[in-house]
């Protein structure tokens, strides 16, 4: 009887390992035509997924202390009754980019080219770049703006824009392409300064994909950063 147990763990320990030899090869062979740039283009994306991940929820536990942040101001003003400082308060903020603003204005949709002449060391002129998205806001500051936005990041005077492989990193967030961009102020004058712009026509030279609509009733969120980490070291002197 002992014997005969024997014999069947034996089977039962070959089939799995037999199981585990075809699993082993089977994954072999699928990643056998990939090459190491696929594997890095790969690597990138799921790193773009897990950040998009903790983005989410970081942006949730943010939305979550405004809330709160919005019902302790409410709460202080209706006790202390001063109309005054309330509307300096709300001006302070409006200024700050720390308030919800609405106008009139231009939406820019960015994208990368569709495709280029399959030389690498040339590719970097067909995909944005950090430095060109500064010089577009540049130009609509330039132009007049009073509000922008960048994927709904309100832009701020301490607001980062920095290349990160891939992504492009504004405020604290990552983003990668399509951009768009919204900026209120004069829509014609904001959209005649920024389509006849230099670096705008040197963009559609390379083939880059750009849409500029002049637009009514644009929504450009606050900042919704931690504005405390902005004056950190800061003290109020006197003159």
């Not at 950040?51 to 405004?66: A, F, G, T």
């Not at 060391?121 to 922008?148: M, P, R, T």
Request: proline share 3%.
């Amino acid at each position: 009887m002992k014997s005969e147990r024997a014999y069947i763990f034996l089977f039962a320990f070959m089939l799995l390992g037999l199981l585990i030899t075809v699993q082993f090869k089977s994954v072999l062979n699928s990643n056998k035509g990939k090459t190491s740039i696929q594997f890095e283009i790969e690597n990138y994306k799921q790193l773009l997924n897990d950040y998009k991940v903790k983005e989410s929820k970081l942006r949730e536990e943010i939305d979550r202390n405004l809330k709160l942040k919005s019902e302790f101001e409410r709460s202080f003003f209706e006790r202390n009754s001063d109309k005054a400082f309330e509307s300096e308060w709300e001006k302070v903020n409006l200024i700050a980019g720390l308030t919800n603003v609405v106008g009139n204005g231009v939406t820019i949709k960015l994208n990368d080219a569709p495709s280029y002449n399959n030389k690498p060391e040339e590719a970097k002129y067909y995909i944005f770049h950090d430095i060109e998205i500064v010089q577009i806001i540049n130009e609509l500051n330039k132009a007049g703006a009073q509000a922008l936005s960048i994927n709904n990041e309100r832009i701020i005077s301490t607001t980062d824009i920095i290349c990160l492989g891939p992504t492009i990193r504004i405020n604290e967030s990552r983003y990668s392409v399509p951009f768009e961009i919204k900026a209120i102020g004069q829509p014609k004058k904001l959209y005649d300064s920024i389509n006849n712009s230099e670096i705008i026509q040197q963009f559609r030279k390379y083939g880059k994909r750009i849409e500029i609509k002049e637009a009514k009733d644009i929504i450009i969120p606050k900042y919704s950063g931690n504005v405390s980490r902005l004056i950190k070291g800061l003290e109020v002197t006197e003159k």
